[in-house]
């Protein structure tokens, strides 16, 4: 694995950060927030089409009055149209919280997005959203409750409960499940699961068809902003926030499905608030977006081009 480029492509803003990345008629779709800092009332989110040499072609914004937007995810749907998922949280004059929400947005050209519409439950953080079979899954996550929540269907129509404290404090004995991703094999299903209690390991999940009982892995380590792309056969590429050397960097490793093993690849330029990666593996070519403050103390969005 050897980096081939790495060019900055989100500055603009003070604070540029929760990145995603999504191939989208034959282009590079990025996607994250921009405000004032990392906890500011301000967050917008902003999404750039790229070409695949990382060449910014165009750019758009979306806000909603009195909201701060977190954490953009993308993905595409069955009918082949781009969705975006985002954390609304409105807020105060003073920067109070005064309701939680999950919106989305859906676009046929990637130019122009439909009006938001809400989806899953309130109060439950919607992580990412990926597709399997035409059906939607992801998993939200709720602090106080210490768990989270599965939920399938489509959250432009129908989006409900699939399997509630999937893992949990109260039944797994893990403390604070957040953020995660999941990839499928036909019939099996495979979650990521960053925690911030206890131990902080992250947890690989396993499950089958209908996806209603999970077993648990702890791989031993910290991840931070999970995302994993399926590799060979019953293994997977993971990037996300590791501890490295007592430092916190964005890191690539390859996971046995099987048993959680980790084998660490590359670690890519990275420093101070850093993470929150996106994949798009296209050939040989790998593409990874990232936000990073390693240059000028300033967080800032990157997009790299490694070579598998």
């Not at 990839?183 to 209908?210: E, T």
């Not at 060979?232 to 960097?249: C, M, P, S, T, Y």
């Not at 046995?256 to 980790?262: E, P, V």
């Not at 996106?278 to 070519?285: D, N, P, S």
Request: contains cysteine.
């Amino acid at each position: 694995m050897q980096l081939n480029w790495l060019e900055k492509i989100g500055h603009k803003a003070n604070h540029n950060a929760f990145v995603d990345l999504c191939e989208f008629k034959q282009q590079l779709f990025c996607c994250y927030r921009e405000a004032e800092n990392h906890i500011s009332a301000d967050g917008s989110i902003r999404i750039l089409c790229l070409d695949l040499s990382g060449n910014v072609l165009y750019s758009d914004k979306i806000t909603v009055p009195n909201t701060d937007l977190r954490d953009p995810k993308l993905t595409l749907t069955p009918e082949g149209q781009l969705l975006l998922l985002a954390y609304a949280r409105q807020t105060s004059v003073n920067n109070q919280t005064i309701t939680r929400r999950n919106l989305t947005w859906l676009s046929q050209t990637g130019h122009t997005w439909s009006a938001a519409k809400e989806c899953a439950q309130a109060g439950w953080w919607l992580w990412r959203l990926r597709w399997h079979k035409d059906t939607a899954y992801g998993f939200a996550y709720n602090r106080k409750q210490n768990a989270i929540h599965l939920y399938s269907g489509n959250p432009r129509r129908s989006f409900h409960l699939h399997q509630p404290y999937a893992l949990s404090l109260s039944q797994h004995k893990k403390g604070y499940p957040n953020e995660s991703d999941i990839i499928f094999d036909n019939q099996k299903a495979y979650a990521l699961v960053r925690r911030d209690a206890d131990s902080y390991s992250a947890q690989l999940g396993h499950s089958r068809f209908p996806y209603k009982k999970w077993k648990w892995i702890d791989l031993g380590r910290y991840i931070g902003g999970p995302v994993m792309l399926a590799l060979e056969e019953n293994f997977a590429l993971v990037a996300g926030r590791i501890v490295k050397q007592g430092k916190l960097v964005t890191g690539l490793l390859r996971m046995n499905l099987l048993n959680g093993d980790l084998q660490e690849l590359l670690i890519l330029p990275s420093a101070g608030d850093n993470s929150y990666p996106g994949l798009v593996l296209k050939g040989t070519l790998l593409y990874v977006s990232y936000y990073s403050s390693h240059e000028d103390h300033k967080s800032c969005v990157y997009l790299a081009q490694i070579n598998m």
